[in-house]
């Protein structure tokens, strides 16, 4: 064994976040790790790669016991990790992040010119095509998170920990990231694999180990022969809650939305659809595709330069945020929640407020926390948040609890369009199926939603129609079957279809 950690413990004030956790790693082994968010999956990593320390239990590497100091030290030994939040820095060029612990200089300054072409060959190796002398924060989620995994390939790890290393990624991108880690496997490597995507943990995975409240209740398994039934009842004690397709008939109500021959300042071009009345519409693309920033111009903060937005049959103007929401009730769950979804450092209740502050304000704009706890409390009631208290910081949340209060703002505001940007994004399966069931509840009630998700599954499981994107252009559009297989082969054609066409115009 590469590695082993043998009957870890390890608390926290008020809660024990691992009883007793064992996992052993093996060379040129990919090794599932797997469990419910807060089963301690994330705490056993943070041990693993020098974060946090262990009260109890052991750690050895190559037969030898350790005792980690830093993040520093883990990578020295070998040691590296992709974490679920980013760690980047914004305003540093790719080949800067990239190459952070390891940057070339020549006479005594940063040798930019060598950073630039060393960090053009690990971004080569996950197939992400961009010029590494850009700033990261000019860069999208999913092109983020390759850039993550590129940062931990620069180290040459024995042991490779990615904790959902495809949550923002497409179905082309994570085959692109699946080839390298079998390649990492043949050269070698020790590779960790969390994810909520049990398609890819029984597709990609040699073994798996299961966590769940803290416990191992699967150790080092032999995934040859495992069923998804089996990981679910391990994950979390019972079996699958299967979420019924909606009955298509609901979706055919009168237009919503229309958009006609639209074009953006950021290149959208020709862009036209209706979304009716309790429909949900998907939007699928790989990255780049523009389907996140046709949500920005739509909710006013990317400018429209041609065509024209029609909202309950009249000509919408829609030039900022406070106008798509207050004029047109027109909502947005970000697919980066922790930044553009929630405010982490402010409780639930002002969090699920906040887009009715000015009609609960008193006088002079004074708003009180009871104002907002009433408009708070139904609402976490409705979506199950769990906490002890509205008063609970959002940061303290685990990504489901976060995601739902994303959401419940949106609700608070009466939003009769809801724009909902990779909504499942680092949750559990059973936070999963919540959302799956909680967006449909939505649309049969009324609300009409456009929904952007990465996750074929789930775009198959949730849409009515699917929009096909692809460079800023819908090229597509496909009447769910509800059959993946049809879905993903019409889907992925029409891409295929478009690059051919737009490799076509380039030369």
């Known amino acids: 064994m590469v590695m082993l950690l043998d009957k870890i413990t390890k608390s926290f004030p008020g809660v ?7 996992i052993s790693l093996a060379a040129g082994e990919i090794h599932a790790l797997m469990g419910e968010n807060g089963a301690g999956k994330s705490t056993l990593i943070k041990i693993i790669t020098g974060i946090h320390k262990q009260d109890s239990g052991s750690m050895t590497l190559d037969g030898q016991e350790i005792s980690l100091a830093s993040p520093r030290e883990a990578i020295r030994l070998g040691i590296t990790a992709v974490h679920q939040e980013r760690n980047l820095i914004p305003r540093f060029s790719i080949a800067e992040n990239i190459l952070l612990e390891q940057l070339p200089t020549k006479n005594g300054l940063v040798d930019f010119s060598r950073a630039n072409r060393e960090a053009r060959e690990h971004l080569a190796k996950i197939g992400l095509d961009v010029d590494p ?12 998170q390759m850039v993550e995994i590129a940062k931990a390939l620069s180290h040459k790890a024995k042991v490779l920990l990615l904790d959902e290393p495809t949550a ?3 179905s082309a991108e994570t085959e ?5 880690v079998r390649q990492l496997k043949t050269e070698g490597t020790a590779i960790v694999f969390v994810s909520h995507k049990l398609e890819e943990v029984l597709s990609l995975c040699d073994r798996v180990t299961v966590l769940r409240d803290g416990e191992t209740t699967l150790e080092g398994a032999d995934m040859a022969g495992m069923t998804r039934q089996t990981l679910i009842e391990a994950m979390i004690g019972r079996a699958e809650r299967i979420v019924a397709h909606r009955d298509p008939r609901v979706s055919q109500g009168d237009a919503k939305l229309e958009v006609r021959g639209l074009s953006t300042a950021v290149g959208h071009r020709d862009i036209s659809f209706t979304l009716g009345r309790g429909e949900i519409l998907g939007l699928y693309g790989l990255v780049g595709a523009g389907r996140t920033e046709l949500a920005r111009a739509l909710l006013g903060k990317d400018r429209i330069t041609g065509g024209e937005v029609i909202i309950d049959g009249k000509p919408a103007r829609i030039r900022s945020v406070e106008d798509a929401v207050k004029r047109h009730r ?6 980066d929640r922790k930044h553009e979804g929630v405010i982490l450092e402010h409780p639930i209740r002002s969090n699920i407020a906040i887009t009715v502050w000015s009609r609960i304000a008193k006088a002079l704009g004074f708003l009180t926390a009871r104002d907002e706890t009433t408009v708070a409390t139904p609402l976490s009631k409705q979506l199950e948040i769990r906490t002890p208290s509205l008063e609970q910081l959002v940061g ?4 489901g609890n976060q995601q739902k209060v994303s959401l419940s703002k949106w609700l608070a505001a009466n939003a ?3 724009i909902i940007d990779e909504p499942t994004v680092g949750i559990d399966i059973k936070a999963k199926a919540y959302f799956h069931e909680l967006i449909n509840d939505l649309a049969d009630k009324g609300m009409s939603i456009l929904l952007i998700s990465s996750d074929m599954p789930e775009m198959v499981t949730l849409a009515d129609r699917i929009l096909v994107m692809h460079e800023f252009a819908i090229v597509s559009e496909y009447a769910n079957d509800r059959r993946y297989e049809n879905a993903s082969r019409a889907i992925m054609s029409a891409i295929h279809a478009g690059r051919e066409h737009s490799q076509a115009a380039a030369h």
């Open 16 to 22: 024990r976040a691992l009883n007793n956790a064992s």
């Open 133 to 144: 002398a850009i700033e990261v924060r000019h860069l999208s989620v999913a092109q983020m």
């Open 168 to 170: 923002s990624l497409t």
């Open 176 to 180: 692109t990231l699946f080839k390298l």
């Open 330 to 335: 027109i909502g947005y769950v970000s697919e």
């Open 396 to 399: 303290n949340l685990s990504g």
């Open 416 to 418: 009769d369009i809801l």
